[in-house]
Nanobody
């Protein structure tokens, strides 16, 4: 059974930084695309960043230039470095691995940006 441990959320002031991590186990991590989503209660889930198998990352326009997605295949871990955070970045952030019809989700971590 695949295990996922998502961490790194918290409360930060506007302009601050956080780094989210998702550590996966019992999965062939390197063949999966990694995706970060976020969701505000009552709103649709928003795609934030896609980290391809080769490590190339594609970003939503709302986070370009501020967020950096990456992966470490040796550690089976996805990362999302978030800089210059804004109040509108407040959400629950989820990581997922996807390959064909198979998806593995993290449990979600709350990010709150507030002064």
């Amino acid at each position: 059974q695949v295990q996922v441990v998502e961490s790194g959320g918290g409360l930060v002031q506007p302009g601050g930084s956080l780094r989210l991590s998702c550590a996966f186990s019992r999965v062939n991590f390197s063949i999966y695309t990694g995706v970060w989503y976020r969701q505000v209660a009552g709103n649709q889930r928003e795609l934030v960043a896609t980290v391809t198998i080769s490590g190339v990352t594609v970003y939503a326009d709302s986070v370009k230039g501020r967020f950096t997605g990456s992966r470490d295949n040796a550690k089976n871990t996805l990362y999302l470095q978030m800089n210059n955070l804004k109040p509108e970045d407040t959400a629950v952030y989820y990581c997922t691995l996807t390959h064909g019809l198979t998806n593995y989700w993290g449990q979600g971590t709350q990010v709150t940006v507030s002064s």
